[in-house]
């Protein structure tokens, strides 16, 4: 039942912006490096994928996998679900308007994984995140987000762990300046 | 005879044909050493690349590179040097991965084999690498997702293989 209600609150959280006018969508890819938690994931590298969703003008929330490749390709991997939101102007104009061009996020949200004491698959950390530089937007159908930092603190051992996401790229297939001809 | 050729070598490397050929780039590499899971590192790899031509086939340049990254316990490590030879297969403009850049862009796939040399074992390898996803222009080259194998010269046995995630390569002469 309450599993049923927090997805059908997502669903809802996620079609709003449908009709506000600033819906996008994009595949995001890039790189992934989990620090300081060596214990419960011996990753040295990352790859990063997963789909950013424009909310607003100024919010966005993301879906980001970040799959283990070295020391074992394709091993063990963790989902981050975070909220964003754009500092320095509007990250889409809904419009043919490109609109800003670089920007900053800031958000917060939670990462599933089996980085746990138990070694147990549930939602394991939560989540500060500070992108410091973004390039390119939704309307210009592309965007490049660097050097983005997470603070990451484990539910379950109560200790702190940092994420680092040297880029990422995220290509837009659905609001981006085709989609406003 | 040799010094004919000799000088010959050196004009073609002094007139290059390509309007910038001498460039550097930093990539984000990680390596796993089969035989030693402890020695598995990442971090930064430095490069230094020369590249007198620009061909559309079979394109080559003279790469020097050098990683710095931390192994699984956390120190700091240089585990390869690297001088080697890498070819641009093709060069082509209408591809599908035009999507990746923000301009029109080459798509050129490149092998490469290099010596290498792991100065924490005091072992000289051969390294193979691949590069699917190197988009290249004028003065920038972006490569994504490039894997790498390096074998012992002494046993020819697999030592490690590793993937640069991403690699930016600017020329600027």
């Known amino acids: ?181 | 005879m040799r010094k004919l050729l000799l000088s010959l070598v050196l004009l073609v490397l002094c007139t290059s044909l390509s309007a910038r050929s001498l460039g550097y780039g930093v990539g984000f590499y990680g390596q796993n050493v089969e035989a030693e899971p402890a020695r598995a590192s990442s971090g930064a790899e430095f490069s230094l690349v020369y590249k007198p031509f620009l061909l559309p086939f079979l394109n080559p340049s003279l790469q020097v590179k050098n990683a710095v990254g931390t192994e699984m316990g956390g120190e700091w490590v240089a585990p390869y040097w690297e001088v080697g030879v890498s070819v641009d297969l093709i060069r082509i403009i209408d591809h599908p991965f035009n999507f990746l850049a923000h301009n029109i862009i080459a798509y050129t796939p490149s092998v490469s084999v290099a010596y290498q040399y792991d100065p924490r074992r005091n072992l000289s390898l051969a390294s193979v690498g691949f590069s699917p996803f190197k988009l290249s222009q004028k003065d920038f080259w972006y490569e994504f997702f490039s894997p790498f194998l390096t074998y012992d010269l002494g046993s020819g046995e697999l030592d490690s293989w590793g993937v640069n995630l991403v690699r930016y390569t600017f020329f600027f002469k």
């Open chain 1, 1 to 181: 039942m309450r599993k049923s209600v927090v997805l059908l609150s997502l669903l809802l959280f996620l079609t709003l912006p449908a009709f506000a006018g600033y819906f996008d969508l994009a595949l995001t890819l890039g790189t992934n490096v989990h620090m300081f938690e060596k214990d419960l994931d011996p990753s040295r590298m990352k790859l990063a994928w997963g789909a950013s969703v424009g909310l607003t003008d100024d919010w966005e929330f993301d879906v980001q996998v970040d799959t283990q490749l070295v020391p074992t390709f394709f091993g063990s991997s963790s989902i981050s679900l975070v909220a964003q939101k754009a500092l320095l102007g509007q990250r889409s104009t809904g419009s043919s308007t490109a609109g800003v061009g670089i920007n900053t996020l800031v958000g917060a949200g939670v990462m599933i994984s089996p980085y746990t004491s138990e070694g147990t698959l549930g939602i394991s950390h939560l989540l500060l995140t500070l992108t410091p530089l973004t390039v390119g937007s939704p309307v210009t159908g592309k965007r490049e987000r660097l050097f983005a930092l997470t603070l990451a603190y484990n539910l379950s051992n109560q200790k702190f762990a940092l994420l680092f996401d040297l880029v990422k790229y995220d290509f837009y297939a659905i609001g981006t300046y085709r989609d406003y001809r």
